[in-house]
């Protein structure tokens, strides 16, 4: 696997970031989202007329002396705020409450469809990618964007509303007070626009190397034996640490950055408050305005500076949440192996499935650069079986991907009698196909649903029956459920051997017409071979069979050998007459048997 992450994306214009932030709130049901927008609306609405009715009340207040109480409006202007202080506070918890919903709506969609898209991502991509790095993405990068987007959103646009809206409403008690606060937000704007674009930069630094971080521990955990063999723990540690430091430099910048914007926007706002007071003390004793406009003005202010500050420390958790975004949607938008291998209009002749296969002068490489495969020209029989022998990297294991259209020639073609592989439906393709790897996949379920995992149409009496030829039933019924006793793959107790028959009776249960195995019993013992190799020779009878194998008496009896080099076949014939031909199939034979 390569350990190179996916690219970062270079800089992202603000047309770009935008864009992220459209597609992000798509995935936010519409429902939700309306109801969130509406709450922050009208709660910031009632939030705004507390200092407008604390300014008249204090006015009606100063003229009630001297007035009858009945000529005086002030119960009524207290009344209003009373009920302004309590809707403000309910839509609160409202806008809590459904921002924290559209936050798990947005995670489970992204995951949902994040998932989906790396199963069906072509094998060579999860093959050149740190799967450290496309679990971050799933896991940490999710939980940023939907974490934070929801509320973000909703405390970005409930400050936008109340910077505007307090312009408005302080024109309007104190025309001349409106010209500090305009200075303040343009000074504010100019320096939030300036860090932000460094804040994104650095968050996507940050997920970048903590992708690779948990790339390395992955790999460490999932091959923590041989490092310990090999006495290997020191350098990974060694390298753990380097990757460790270089995550703690990423970080520290990115909360040095986040944590520049809040002081020097309190700053600013604080000498706005400053300003306006100073001012307006001026104004009310020239008797330009009255002191319940002044209080209302102070007030506003107030909550001005207020906003102000909240946008800056918001918009350092919006480029956060869209650095999330971005790596998200870079995954997201990778090509699917449908759309790499386009599937045709309608099914292909099952007849082809039962046709000989024809590899005629097919090239490929995974780099580009050295072939693995060179002109290859090979017929592989129906019905029969077909070994692939030659040491590693000859390109055995290549001829079955590309059979499976796990990867495409570079050149040539492959036929089922005369249908080309790539005008067969992946769909029908696989339904047709199957494979017996070296370790088998348990699933979490029931014994039942591992041996029918991958059967269209599964039944007791076709798991009974596929047990039966894997001679796996009398295991099963001596289990405490039977075939209904739970295993998981990271709980199973299964020897190599009996998974390995585990594998057989899915592929039995499957039905297919062509079989793919690949050296499946290079880890097991020679007793349990035999029970496996017996087990096999029955499955592949009339079935095309293509066996990748490192133990070459596992092959004896296959109708066809052939002995790969260098991408080419350099031998070809039965096991009887390779022997005798003395030549490289011999030689390696007797090596491995000497």
């Not at 202080?85 to 459904?98: D, E, P, T, V």
Request: proline fraction near 4%; include cysteine.
């Amino acid at each position: 696997m390569n350990n190179n992450p996916l690219p970062m994306g270079g800089k992202k214009k603000g047309a770009e970031r935008r864009a992220l932030l459209r597609r992000s709130l798509a995935m936010v049901p519409k429902k939700t989202r309306n109801l969130l927008i509406l709450c922050c609306i009208f709660g910031t609405a009632f939030s705004l007329a507390t200092p407008l009715l604390i300014g008249t009340a204090l006015d009606q207040v100063l003229r009630l002396f001297g007035q009858h109480p009945g000529n005086n409006p002030f119960m009524r202007t207290m009344t209003l705020l009373l009920g302004a202080f309590l809707l403000s506070a309910l839509l609160g918890l409202c806008q809590g409450r459904i921002g924290a919903k559209a936050s798990q709506q947005l995670a489970r969609n992204i995951r949902s469809r994040l998932f989906h898209k790396v199963l069906h991502l072509p094998l060579y991509y999860l093959d050149t990618h740190q799967h450290g790095d496309i679990m971050s993405r799933l896991l940490n990068d999710v939980e940023n964007l939907s974490g934070l987007l929801p509320q973000v959103l909703c405390s970005f646009l409930s400050a936008g509303l109340s910077i505007g809206a307090c312009l408005v409403l302080i024109f309007k008690v104190a025309p001349a007070l409106m010209w500090v606060n305009i200075v303040t937000v343009a000074v504010s704007l100019l320096v939030t626009t300036m860090l932000s674009r460094k804040v994104f930069e650095a968050a996507i630094r940050q997920q970048r190397t903590l992708g690779r971080t948990n790339s390395h521990v992955t790999d460490a955990i999932a091959n923590f034996s041989a490092l310990r063999m090999l006495r290997k723990k020191k350098d990974i540690f060694h390298d753990a640490k380097t990757i460790s430091d270089q995550l703690a430099q990423d970080s520290f910048r990115l909360q040095y950055l986040r944590g520049l914007l809040e002081p020097l926007m309190m700053t600013f706002g604080n000498l706005g408050f400053f300003f306006v007071i100073v001012i307006g003390c001026v104004l009310v004793a020239e008797q330009t305005i009255h002191v319940g406009a002044l209080q209302s003005a102070i007030l506003y202010s107030r909550q001005f500076v207020k906003s102000i500050n909240d946008l800056s420390d918001l918009f350092s958790k919006l480029q956060v949440s869209l650095s999330s975004a971005d790596r998200i949607f870079e995954l997201a938008d990778q090509p699917q192996e449908e759309y790499r291998l386009p599937e045709s209009a309608s099914q292909a002749d099952p007849a082809c499935f039962a046709s000989d296969i024809q590899f005629t002068d097919v090239s490929f490489s995974y780099t580009r650069r050295k072939p693995v495969l060179d002109q290859l020209t090979v017929r592989i029989p129906a019905g029969k079986t077909t070994a692939l022998v030659g040491a590693t990297g000859a390109g055995k294991t290549t001829i079955a991907n590309l059979l499976l259209r796990f990867y495409s020639p570079d050149q040539g073609a492959i036929l089922f009698g005369e249908t080309d592989l790539q005008q067969i439906p992946l769909r029908q393709l696989r339904e047709n196909c199957a494979i017996a790897l070296q370790d088998t996949y348990i699933v979490d379920g029931t014994v039942y649903d591992n041996i029918m995992y991958g059967c269209s149409e599964p039944s007791m009496e076709k798991c009974v029956e596929a047990a039966r030829k894997a001679h796996l039933h009398e295991r099963i019924e001596a289990l405490p459920w039977k075939y209904h006793t739970p295993m998981s793959n990271s709980d199973c107790h299964w020897s190599i051997g009996e998974r390995q028959l585990l594998s057989v009776a899915r592929i039995l249960a499957m039905d297919p017409s062509i079989v793919v195995i690949d050296e499946a019993m290079s880890s097991i013992d020679p007793r349990t071979e035999l029970e496996v190799n017996e087990v096999l020779t029955d499955m592949m009878k009339g079935r095309t069979c293509i066996v990748i194998a490192h133990r070459l008496s596992t092959i004896r009896h296959a109708d066809q050998i052939l002995v790969l080099e260098g991408g080419h076949i350099v031998e070809s014939g039965t096991h009887d007459e390779l022997r005798a031909n003395h030549a490289q199939y011999d030689r390696l034979y007797r090596h491995l048997n000497a």
